[in-house]
C-alpha cells in the first residue's frame, strides 16, 4: 500500500471509528511515516543529551539493507510483511512448518490479531495513539502483503503477471517489465519482484508464485476488507477492550471508499493521495469537512518540529517540547512495537526472528 492507503484512509477509518480530528491526525501521519522513517542511530544535542531511534523501513534502491537477512528480519517483518503462521494459533504450525512457510504474511492471522490486541492493551501510554497508526499500518499491510515474505527466499518469486481488470494504466509493456526487467534487477525480498501490483488500489491480477500455484488478487477487494478491519480494530481500541463487539464502517461510507479506491485509476500515488484528501475537505464522508496535511520531510514535518531541522546533522539544538514531540513519541511506539512483535509474540509461534 502507498500513501493514499497508508494516510488518507487511514485518516478516514479513524474518524469513522469515532476519533476526533486530532487523534486522526496522528494516527494517520504514523502510519504512513512507517515508510518514511528510513533513518536510523543516535541524535545528539548540544547540551549532551541523546536520543536512540530505528528504522522502520528502507529505501528500496538500498541494496547493501535489502540484501543484509539482518535488517530484513529487523524491519521488514514486524513493519511490513508481519509473519502469518499459515492462519494457525500458538503452538500450531503450516504442513512443511519451514521458517519461510510460517513468516509469509496472510491477511488478518492469528498473529496479526495479537498484534493489534497488545496495541489496544498499550492504550494509556503517551505513544498509544502513534503506535496504533503503527499497528494498523502493519495490520492493512497483511492485506495488500499477503503470500509473500520480508526476507530474501524464492518464496517471493513473481511469474506471468498480469493485469486482469484493464485498467489501462500500465499497458502492454507491463508483462515485459515485470518478466525482463525485475527478474534480473530485484532480488525476491518481499514483493520486489511484483513491482507495485499489490500496492495499486484499483488493480486486479494474477501471477504464479515461488511455489508455482497462480494467485488471483482484486486489491479494491482487499483494501475494502483491511480498511473496514482496521476500523474495528480502532473501535477495539476505544473501548480499551481487544474482543469488544464492534461494528465497522458504515454502508455509506464504505461505498465512498470503494469507489475512490476503483475511480483513481493513476500510477502515481500522490496524485491519488491529493485526491484523497480533496474528498475529505470537501465532505464526501460522514465525519464532515477536515483539513489533512502530511509532510515528512521539510518544515512542517514531526521531525522538524521536533529538532528544528529534518536534515540529519551532527548535533541538534536542544528544545524542552522534545519529549513530548510527535516525532520522538513516534519513535519511541517504533521501538516498542518492534519489542513487542520480535520478541513477545512471534516466539509464542515457534518463530526466531533477529
Known amino acids: 500500500m502507498q500513501i493514499d492507503f497508508h494516510h488518507a484512509v487511514t485518516y478516514v477509518v479513524a474518524r469513522c471509528a469515532g476519533f476526533d480530528h486530532p487523534q486522526a491526525d496522528v494516527i494517520a501521519y504514523s502510519a504512513q511515516y512507517v515508510d518514511d522513517a528510513t533513518s536510523a542511530g543516535v541524535v545528539c544535542f548540544k547540551n549532551q543529551a541523546m536520543y536512540s531511534r ?23 517483518l514486524p513493519f511490513h510483511f508481519l509473519p502469518g503462521n499459515g492462519g494457525f494459533a500458538a503452538g500450531q504450525g503450516p504442513l512443511g512448518g519451514s521458517f519461510v512457510n510460517k513468516i509469509i504474511s496472510m491477511p488478518d ?10 496495541t489496544i492493551s498499550d ?19 497483511t492485506w495488500a502483503h499477503q503470500g509473500f515474505a520480508g526476507v530474501l527466499n524464492e518464496v517471493n518469486e513473481v511469474e506471468h503477471a498480469i493485469e486482469t481488470g484493464k485498467s489501462n494504466v500500465f499497458g502492454g509493456a507491463l508483462q515485459a517489465f515485470l518478466t525482463d526487467v525485475l527478474d534480473d534487477a530485484l532480488p525476491p525480498l518481499g514483493h520486489a519482484r511484483a513491482n507495485v501490483l499489490p500496492d495499486m488500489p484499483f488493480l486486479s ?31 477495539r481500541y476505544q473501548q480499551k477492550d481487544p474482543r469488544a463487539s464492534v461494528g465497522g464502517i458504515d454502508a455509506a461510507d464504505m461505498t465512498t471508499i470503494r469507489g475512490l479506491l476503483t475511480g483513481l485509476k493513476t500510477e502515481d500515488s500522490n496524485v491519488r493521495h491529493q485526491a484523497w484528501l480533496q474528498a475529505i475537505a470537501t465532505g464526501k464522508f460522514s465525519f464532515g469537512k477536515a483539513t489533512v496535511a502530511y509532510s515528512s520531510r521539510g518544515s512542517n ?22 519529549l513530548n514531540s510527535n516525532w ?6 517504533l521501538q516498542i512495537h518492534r519489542l513487542t512483535v520480535l520478541h513477545d509474540i512471534l516466539p509464542r509461534y515457534g518463530i526466531c526472528a533477529a
Open 301 to 322: 514535518s514531526w521531525k522538524a518540529q521536533a529538532l528544528g531541522t529534518s536534515a540529519d546533522i551532527p548535533v541538534h539544538d536542544y528544545r524542552d517540547s522534545f
Open 205 to 235: 491480477w494474477n501471477y504464479e508464485n515461488g511455489k508455482g500455484v497462480k494467485i488471483i488478487r482484486d486489491n479494491v477487494n482487499d483494501f475494502c476488507t483491511a480498511a473496514d478491519a482496521m476500523c474495528k480494530a480502532m473501535c
Open 54 to 76: 530505528i528504522s522502520s523501513a528502507h529505501e528500496t534502491i538500498d541494496l547493501t539493507k535489502n540484501l543484509d537477512d539482518k535488517e530484513n528480519h529487523v524491519v521488514w
Open 328 to 333: 520522538k513519541l513516534f519513535h519511541d511506539a
Open 123 to 141: 492504550s494509556d501510554k503517551p505513544y498509544s495513539l502513534h503506535r496504533l497508526g503503527i499497528a494498523m499500518h502493519v495490520y492493512a499491510d
Open 109 to 118: 492471522s492469528p498473529i496479526a490479531k495479537e498484534m493489534v490486541a497488545a
